[in-house]
């Protein structure tokens, strides 16, 4: 399907460059035919750089469509993707199609507790030896919360050269060595407000499991304050409808090996976001320092974004502008 898409967009390309180079060459021979000499034809543009999009927890690719056509209107090409157990490649367990909700919920065992940290990596790194195999250039790849960690794994696997640029929207990135999240958690963490939103204990069930899909009110009032805290009304429900309930726990309590020579070596950004209810400002400002620590030759650029966790839906516009100025 990943093919599929590239294919498509490298024939939408080639029958546009097919069409500039027919007016070109029209408009060069009447000008031959004036002056007596035959015209150049111009070169054809150079691509720009793609985006790679990887989501965060409990989404999938879908969450980037408000910022897609304005990358896209801007001349880059865009791919977002479903990681493992995520989007269009979630798997539910049984008990989140009972309401009332039953006991079940907290106990049932995640049918994609089996994925890996790994896996995350590996789909990222596929997507860009996709890109990079279809003759684009190296794409800039951008992780939104969970997804940084997904990122900086992948980026790991793939070393400098195939990534133009890492960037961390709202994300984690851990210092080496590190999980994305620890039980317990590191003391230099602050606390966020998705603890006390969590289902199951993922001892139990292998996942960090939420109720998107929850009767009650004040639950789903939470999920938006956690996620969603200034988007519109409208928007954040449909975004909360479209949550899956699970994420393997082993994914997230992985540590993460980098190396300077491969991750550290990749230029890198930091999209702060002010009003996160999910990884507290003070937080995202712990692992920069950490990263900047371990890389003192490549520090982290850090962006700042007046937002809740996900610019994406709050501030499409905004977020867009500074993706942009990194190309």
């Given at each position: 399907m990943?093919?599929?898409l590239?294919?498509?967009?490298?024939?939408?390309?080639?029958?546009?460059?097919?069409?500039?180079?027919?007016?070109?060459?029209?408009?060069?021979?009447?000008l031959?035919?004036?002056?007596?000499?035959?015209?150049?034809?111009?070169?054809?543009?150079?691509?720009?750089?793609p985006?790679?999009?990887?989501?965060g927890?409990?989404h999938?690719?879908?969450?980037w469509?408000?910022i897609?056509?304005?990358?896209?209107?801007?001349?880059?090409?865009?791919?977002?993707?479903?990681?493992?157990?995520?989007?269009?490649?979630?798997?539910?367990?049984?008990?989140?199609?009972?309401?009332?909700?039953t006991?079940?919920l907290?106990t049932?065992?995640?049918?994609?507790?089996?994925?890996t940290?790994?896996?995350y990596?590996?789909?990222?790194?596929?997507a860009?030896?996709?890109?990079?195999?279809?003759?684009f250039?190296?794409?800039?790849?951008?992780?939104?919360?969970?997804?940084?960690?997904?990122?900086?794994?992948?980026?790991?696997?793939?070393?400098?050269?195939?990534i133009a640029?890492?960037?961390?929207?709202?994300?984690?990135?851990?210092?080496d060595?590190?999980?994305?999240?620890?039980?317990?958690p590191?003391?230099?963490?602050?606390?966020?407000?998705?603890?006390?939103?969590?289902?199951?204990?993922p001892?139990?069930?292998?996942?960090?499991?939420?109720?998107?899909?929850?009767t009650?009110?004040?639950?789903?009032?939470?999920?938006?304050?956690?996620f969603?805290?200034?988007?519109?009304?409208?928007?954040?429900r449909?975004?909360?409808?479209?949550?899956?309930?699970?994420?393997?726990?082993?994914a997230m309590?992985?540590?993460?090996?980098t190396?300077?020579q491969?991750?550290g070596?990749?230029?890198?950004?930091?999209?702060?976001?002010?009003?996160?209810?999910?990884?507290?400002?003070?937080?995202?400002?712990?692992m920069v320092?950490?990263?900047?620590t371990?890389?003192?030759?490549?520090?982290?650029?850090?962006?700042?974004?007046?937002?809740?966790?996900?610019?994406f839906?709050?501030?499409?516009?905004?977020?867009?502008?500074?993706?942009?100025s990194l190309?």
């Amino acid at each position: 399907m990943l093919r599929n898409l590239i294919n498509g967009y490298i024939a939408m390309l080639l029958s546009r460059r097919a069409i500039v180079s027919s007016a070109l060459a029209a408009s060069g021979a009447a000008l031959a035919g004036c002056t007596g000499t035959q015209a150049e034809s111009a070169p054809a543009p150079a691509l720009k750089s793609p985006f790679l999009l990887v989501h965060g927890a409990w989404h999938g690719a879908w969450c980037w469509g408000k910022i897609n056509p304005l990358l896209a209107a801007a001349g880059h090409p865009v791919l977002a993707i479903d990681l493992p157990g995520h989007g269009l490649n979630a798997a539910f367990p049984a008990a989140f199609d009972i309401q009332p909700r039953t006991p079940e919920l907290a106990t049932e065992f995640s049918p994609i507790a089996g994925i890996t940290l790994a896996d995350y990596a590996r789909a990222v790194a596929g997507a860009v030896d996709t890109l990079l195999a279809a003759g684009f250039p190296a794409p800039i790849v951008v992780g939104h919360s969970m997804g940084g960690g997904a990122i900086h794994a992948a980026a790991e696997l793939l070393g400098p050269g195939k990534i133009a640029r890492l960037v961390y929207v709202a994300a984690f990135m851990p210092k080496d060595g590190q999980p994305m999240v620890a039980f317990p958690p590191d003391a230099q963490a602050p606390p966020s407000l998705l603890t006390p939103l969590l289902r199951s204990d993922p001892g139990v069930t292998g996942a960090l499991r939420l109720d998107p899909a929850s009767t009650d009110d004040s639950y789903r009032a939470g999920l938006i304050n956690l996620f969603y805290g200034q988007v519109d009304a409208v928007t954040a429900r449909a975004a909360l409808n479209l949550l899956s309930p699970d994420i393997p726990i082993g994914a997230m309590v992985s540590p993460i090996a980098t190396s300077v020579q491969r991750w550290g070596a990749i230029p890198r950004t930091y999209i702060r976001t002010s009003a996160d209810n999910t990884i507290p400002p003070a937080l995202q400002d712990l692992m920069v320092a950490q990263a900047d620590t371990a890389t003192p030759a490549n520090k982290t650029q850090v962006l700042r974004l007046d937002s809740d966790h996900s610019p994406f839906l709050s501030m499409p516009q905004q977020l867009a502008r500074a993706l942009l100025s990194l190309t």
